[in-house]
């Protein structure tokens, strides 16, 4: 599976953006989807994840009720909307797929985009 994240710039705060992850090579048909982010020197931290033709299963609090993660009508695309923007939100952020786990370890994801720079200010 190749993933190919998109939607990534520059916005001032308060502002929107919604990244796209487009899945290729095999059905996502029940794969955990999810969102990191990673900003130099820190861990990459889980966002969001859902597994694909279900709800979102997991939100960071620290973007709950600005962040939401679906699965777009393409079924091989999983989104992430981003309102409200802060600051603290600049980071490269990447999509990540997993076949058999679902959850807040990066070590649970079988696939990983190359990521898309998200800058607030």
């Known amino acids: 599976v190749q993933l190919v994240e998109s939607g990534g710039g520059l916005v001032q705060p308060g502002g929107s953006l919604r990244l796209s992850c487009v899945a290729s090579g095999d059905t996502i048909g029940r794969y955990c989807m999810g969102w990191f982010r990673q900003i130099p020197d820190k861990e990459r931290e889980a966002v969001a994840y859902?597994?694909?033709?279900?709800?979102?299963?997991y939100y960071a609090d620290s973007v709950k009720g600005r962040f939401t993660i679906s699965q777009a009508s393409a079924k091989n695309t999983v989104t992430l909307q981003m309102n409200s923007l802060k600051p603290e939100d600049t980071a490269m952020y990447y999509c990540?797929?997993?076949?058999?786990?679902?959850?807040?370890?990066?070590?649970?994801?079988?696939?990983w985009g190359q990521g898309t720079q998200v800058t607030v200010s």
């Open positions: 990540a797929a997993g076949i058999m786990w679902c959850g807040l370890a990066q070590s649970e994801y079988d696939y």
């Open positions: 859902l597994v694909t033709g279900g709800p979102a299963l």
